[in-house]
């Protein structure tokens, strides 16, 4: 059935090391996005993507990077820039049209150990 | 600047009662309004959806408004159920773009 899927569900990292967070969508929207989820804030935009090889950073696009290589995936990667990685992302698609709503992974909880 | 703002942070109510959560916006110009419930560890899922010209929209216990005017929407929760424990999102487009403006959240905790 359609959806997103994130992978994994819950990820540890050591200092220094960079990961990959994995977001699969089979909506057929051309519109991705990755946000950050901190308690007691709301989410905050990372990256997103309009269009097939092409992306725009977010308000905290620093420590992070991605790539829109397939329109099916968005990968997100946390790099050992980002100061303060541990928290609960969130990957969304919509239909490339103003005002779209916007359908959410289930997140990945990422963890700095 | 484009802002949600919910309100309470949080609540807590007794099984079987109703509660309002609040939000209020600038977002301009004005699109829509969504209401999102997320669970605990997981992803959002919308609720309603509210355009410029509807006030109310209902989704079986749940009921929207909104006050176009006055930049203001309210979720209603009537006969709370333990499931309904959760974070309820307001979220807004406006009319350019493909963004969206979230709230912070209330996050409702109903007990037995």
């Known amino acids: 059935d359609g959806g997103i899927t994130q992978s994994p569900k819950y990820l540890f990292r050591k200092e220094g090391q960079n990961v990959t967070l994995s977001c699969e969508q089979n909506l057929n929207h051309d519109a991705m996005y990755w946000y950050r989820q901190d308690p007691g804030q709301g989410l905050r935009l990372i990256y997103y993507?309009?269009?097939?090889?092409?992306?725009q950073k977010g308000d905290i696009a620093e420590g992070y990077s991605v790539s829109r290589e397939k329109k099916e995936s968005f990968p997100l990667t946390v790099t050992s820039a980002q100061k303060n990685p541990t928290a609960f992302y969130l990957c969304?698609?919509?239909?490339?049209?103003?005002?779209?709503?916007?359908?959410f992974g289930q997140g990945t909880r990422l963890t700095v150990v | 600047k484009n802002q949600v703002e919910q309100s309470p942070q949080s609540l807590i109510i007794l099984e079987g009662k109703n509660c309002t959560l609040q939000?209020?916006?600038?977002?301009?110009?004005?699109?829509?309004l969504r209401w999102y419930k997320q669970d605990t560890g997981r992803g959002p899922v919308s609720l309603t959806i509210m355009t410029f010209s509807e006030n109310t929209k209902s989704n079986g216990r749940y009921t929207a408004t909104l006050d176009a005017d006055t930049k203001q929407s309210s979720l209603h929760i009537t006969a709370s159920q333990l499931s309904d424990s959760a974070s309820y999102i307001c979220?807004?487009?406006?009319?350019?773009?493909?963004?969206?403006?979230f709230g912070t959240g209330t996050s409702l905790t109903v007990i037995p």
């Open positions: 969304a698609s919509s239909r490339d049209r103003v005002a779209a709503e916007a359908f």
């Open positions: 993507s309009q269009i097939v090889n092409d992306f």
């Open positions: 979220v807004v487009s406006p009319n350019t773009g493909n963004q969206f403006y």
């Open positions: 939000c209020n916006y600038t977002v301009s110009p004005f699109s829509n």
